[in-house]
Structures are given as C-alpha cells and as structure tokens.
C-alpha cells in the first residue's frame, strides 16, 4: 500500500517569477485550503460541486481539468450518498481541498457504513475493458471506482474514528505540464 500523501497544509506563500518586484513579476493566485460541508442529498452534491468548480476558478486550471476534478469528486460525493448512507439525506460529507507542488489533494470524510471490509474496491485497470463510446449508455454500477482511480493519484480510503476518509491527489495546474 503507498503511503499516507502528505497531510494538508497551509498555503504557500505565493510564488513570483522575473527579476525582482518590477513589472515583470508575475504572482500566481494566492491559494488557500478549501471546504464544504454538505448533507447526504443528490441534490446537495449537485450544489457542492457547482461551488466547487466555482471556488476552483480563479486557480487558471484548464478546463480539462476542471472536468477531471469534478468528475473523480462526483463519483467519490455520489458513492457516498448511495452506499455508505443508502439514501438516508440526514448523514454529512466534509470535502476539503488544498493546491499545492503536486497538483490538488481532496481529502471527504462522511459518517456513514463503513466500505465493505474496511477497504476500497481493487481496480485493475490493465485488464479492465473500454467503456463503450457512448457514455449515456453505460450501464449502472462499477464504474465509479474505475474513474476515480484512473483520474486521481494516491487513492486512499481509511476509517477514523466514527469517519470514512477518502484521499485522492489530481495532478492538474501543475507549471510546465504542456
């Protein structure tokens, strides 16, 4: 199993490039550490990833990478809502995020069942087969975790204390990606 990805820290100072405080400086947005606290309802994920999207913005991420988050997010927020509270909307998500070298590290803590024993799906994504080019023809179940660990790095689920935790890192605004 790897190992824990670094814990969420505060943000670093922000990051200039050119030859000193002139015009030729360029400051990079000014990050901070992230959170929502939402309900386990449909339409309350709905809402969170809306925000979450908005409150991404103005880090210039591509918006293939926008995408990316909030697709990963979505299947992580709506297995939550499914399985670990079976639809019950009176359960709460935390999802808190922070930017930093290595791209995006979410971090969503719910306090629903437990994953079956203690542990997430295993992916095999070398054996797996292609989805089929239409994606509204996908059917039900098993896809989620296929996209979440495909898209995201360092997938890790734990239970602390009374707590689901899910940790995923994406790999996006990083500089000199292209």
Known sequence: MPADPAPMTAPSPPRTTGCGPGPQSQTQPQTQPGQITLPTAPDKVRAALADLRRRLSPL??????????ELVTAEALNNIV???????????IRLT????????????????????????PL?????????PANLPDL??????????TALA??????????????????????????
């Open 60 to 69: 210039g991420f591509e918006e293939e990478e926008l995408g990316s988050v």
């Open 82 to 92: 499914e399985h670990a509270h079976g639809g019950d909307s009176h359960g709460q």
């Open 97 to 120: 995020w922070d930017f930093g070298a290595t791209g995006l590290l979410i971090r969503i803590e719910d306090d629903g069942t437990p994953m079956p024993d203690g542990r997430m």
């Open 153 to 178: 790095r360092n997938v890790q689920y734990r239970r602390e204390r009374d707590l689901n935790v899910l940790t995923y890192r994406l790999a996006v605004g990083l500089v000199g990606q292209g």
């Open 139 to 148: 059917p039900e179940g098993g896809f989620g975790w296929f996209l979440i």
């Open 123 to 131: 992916m095999d994504h070398a054996g797996a087969p292609e989805p």
